[in-house]
């Protein structure tokens, strides 16, 4: 017998027609029942819910990123007058025009992910006509449609129908399916970068950069991993970090 997961995900690749039929099937295992129960819920009601609950089991969930900001260590020169040219530097070559990648959607493989990101960029008139036909269906006796809408392409589309009715949480899902959620950031040392004044060297390096104070200043890369190494590594470090994540929880 199959797992829930994948039985949920043949289900989602029924016709409506198919589905409305094994929806009555009064032989139908318990697992259907359930899962024919959930899907009712997707695409009759508002309860978003129900719509994140099946794509975290359709798709899985969603990764959450960890976005630590650390500080930067600067150096001023102040002394400097001019920067230091860079030997062998390229020029940028033109014509590098990024070309879009045509759609690898396939209709007969795509999960709930891929439907919704289909989907989003096509006339929002489809919004209606899945919907629609998904009513047609469901007549007695049920009345022709030009195609049968996919069990999956009715829960985007009702979805979809509460996005333009401004439900935030409809809104939420949908900008957390197609880009993903919005990171966890962790400011260590309040995210404040660090300057250091060189008095000595009278010539800025090649990477430098003048401030509005008129005073050349470069990151120094090396003095930032010594810094990310050293916090890495100690005891004080890990425990600041877990408290930045347990205060993002």
């Not at 032989?27 to 794509?55: E, G």
Request: aromatic fraction near 6%; glycine fraction near 6%.
């Amino acid at each position: 017998m199959a797992n829930l997961k994948t039985r949920f995900e043949e289900l989602i690749h029924l016709e409506w027609g198919e589905f409305l039929k094994l929806e009555q099937d009064k032989s139908s295992s318990v697992d259907d029942v359930v899962l024919c129960s959930l899907i009712r819920a997707c695409t009759d009601t508002d309860d978003i819910s129900a719509i994140r609950l099946a794509f975290d089991r359709i798709d899985g969930l969603l990764e959450t990123l960890i976005e630590i900001k650390v500080p930067k260590f600067y150096t001023r020169y102040v002394k400097a007058k001019d920067i230091a040219i860079e030997a062998g530097s390229k020029q940028l070559s033109a014509g590098n025009d990024v070309k879009e990648e045509p759609s690898k959607y396939d209709p007969a493989t795509a999960k709930l992910r891929e439907t919704l990101k289909e989907m989003r960029g096509l006339p929002r008139d489809v919004i209606r006509v899945v919907l629609l036909y998904k009513k047609r269906l469901e007549r007695d006796p049920p009345m022709p449609v030009e195609t049968q809408p996919k069990v999956k392409a009715v829960i985007c589309a009702n979805l979809l129908k509460h996005v333009t009715k401004g439900r935030f949480q409809a809104i939420e899902l949908v900008f957390n399916q197609i880009d993903g959620k919005l990171p966890k950031a962790i400011n260590l040392l309040g995210g404040e970068d660090v300057y250091i004044d060189d008095y000595t060297t009278l010539t800025a390096p090649a990477n430098a950069e003048l401030g509005e104070d008129g005073v050349y200043y470069a990151e120094n890369q090396l003095v930032t991993n010594i810094w990310l190494r050293g916090f890495a590594q100690s005891a004080k470090g890990l425990e600041i970090l877990a408290e930045g994540l347990e205060d993002n929880d």
